[in-house]
């Protein structure tokens, strides 16, 4: 565990916390718009099967990466001294991790999910935005 020098600095937080509610207010606002908007954003007819079929595989790819992520970075011993701000940047409850040691069932069930959803739903902007602009 790190206490201490090791613990980052909060003004590190500021670029992580301001990241991760960009893609989430971003996420929130395209899964309310209608399909048509979407589709008519993207260029795409609203009845293109198409459309929607890359952004879940995008969503699933980096939900099951970041899931995998989140489980590696609570079963990784300490001795290997993985660096915190690039660990927080990967897997942001890797900060439960470095405050308190949490049961293997809520890393499986609690965390890695959150971690899952919030780099999902980057996977899902990330498609958002390959549609928009592929000609």
């Avoid at 909060?10 to 971003?26: H, P, R, T, Y």
């Avoid at 954003?41 to 699933?60: H, I, T």
Wanted: charged share 10%; hydrophobic share 55%.
């Amino acid at each position: 565990m790190l206490q201490g020098v090791g613990l980052p600095v909060q003004s590190e937080w500021v670029i992580f916390v301001v990241a991760l509610a960009v893609i989430g207010i971003f996420s929130v606002t395209i899964g309310v718009l209608p399909r048509s908007c979407i589709a008519k954003g993207c260029r795409k007819d609203p009845d293109d099967q198409r459309l929607f079929s890359v952004l879940l595989k995008v969503l699933a790819i980096f939900a099951g990466v970041f899931y995998l992520v989140a489980v590696f970075a609570y079963f990784s011993p300490n001795r290997w001294n993985l660096n915190p701000q690039l660990m927080l940047a990967l897997c942001p409850m890797y900060l439960v991790k470095m405050t308190f040691d949490p049961s293997p069932v809520a890393i499986f069930f609690l965390l890695s999910p959150m971690n899952a959803a919030v780099y999902g739903s980057l996977g899902l902007t990330v498609g958002y935005v390959w549609l928009a602009f592929r000609k």
